[in-house]
Nanobody
């Protein structure tokens, strides 16, 4: 069973930046062949798909509200683990929420998998909280 762990959240002022990371905590398993998606949930609101990247890193999706401010990427660390990143710049109050990463082999990078079909992602992390406040 694949276990995802997110990190990098915190409190940041409007206009600031954060970079979130998503990696597997299991040994011997790699994210290499998985689509990685990032979702956020603000207090009292439904989960929202934010960004996704395919396994080779050349196809990316962003919701309109984060285009030009967020950058999704993935790369292999020295320990050979494939890690997903979500760099968030020019943060706004409305970016506040619990950010979770998800991984799937049955999904593709497309809007429907960030919305009505997001449950097709097979594995989910517990999330990291991002709070944008002055």
């Amino acid at each position: 069973h694949l276990q995802l762990v997110e990190s990098g959240g915190g409190l940041v002022q409007p206009g600031g930046s954060l970079t979130l990371s998503c990696e597997i905590s299991n040994t011997g398993i790699t994210l290499d062949y998985y689509v990685i998606g990032w979702f956020r949930q603000a207090s009292g609101k439904e989960r929202e798909g934010v960004s996704a990247i395919n396994s080779s890193g050349d196809v990316k999706y962003y919701i309109d509200s984060v285009k030009g401010r967020y950058t999704i990427s993935r790369r292999r660390r020295d320990n050979r683990k494939n890690v997903g990143y979500l760099q968030k710049d020019s943060l706004k109050h409305e970016d506040t929420g619990l950010y979770c990463c998800a991984a799937g082999t049955r999904v593709v990078v497309a809007e429907n998998y960030m919305k009505e079909n997001h449950n097709e992602y097979e594995y989910w992390g517990q999330g990291t909280q991002v709070t944008v406040s002055s």
